[in-house]
């Protein structure tokens, strides 16, 4: 009985085929981006917080954060001002909000969102800044 082989160039045509249509297809479909938003938003509330950290104080206290949350009535008057500052700080289009001990400033975290997140330990309590985007 007599066995029918196939020539070798035939397997080598078809092996070639299929390693170059998987190359093609590893460039057409790529590699996924990586998701950059979770460290970028990091970066915006860390840096917020150091700037908040090292701000001179408006009316007493080492800092602006250690003004803030010294008291509630220092929080009551310096809301605004803390609103502001932090507003002019982050890019347009991220939202934030500030949370102290005795209160909170900025929109609130919606709920299923990337967030970045700063927390700042000052001699009154410690603040958390969260930001995202719009």
């Given amino acids: 009985m007599r066995r029918a082989q196939l020539p070798l160039s035939l397997v080598e045509v078809a092996l070639g085929t ?18 950059t938003r979770e460290p970028q938003l990091d970066a915006y509330a860390s840096d917020t917080a150091a700037l908040l950290a090292n701000d001179s104080p408006r009316h007493d206290g080492a800092t602006r954060l250690q003004e803030v949350v010294s008291s509630p ?19 347009d289009n991220v939202l934030f909000r500030v949370e102290t001990p005795h209160g909170a ?14 927390t700042v ?14």
């Avoid at 400033?105 to 700063?118: D, F, I, Y």
């Fill in 18 to 35: 299929v390693l170059i249509l998987g190359v093609a297809l590893g460039f057409a479909l790529g590699t996924p981006a990586p998701d």
């Fill in 73 to 91: 009535a220092a929080f009551d008057r310096e809301r605004d001002a803390l609103s502001n500052r932090v507003a002019r700080i982050l890019p």
């Fill in 105 to 118: 400033v900025g929109t609130p975290t919606p709920q299923g969102v990337s967030t970045g997140t700063a």
């Fill in 121 to 134: 330990p000052t001699g009154h309590g410690s603040v958390q800044i969260i930001v995202w985007y719009t």
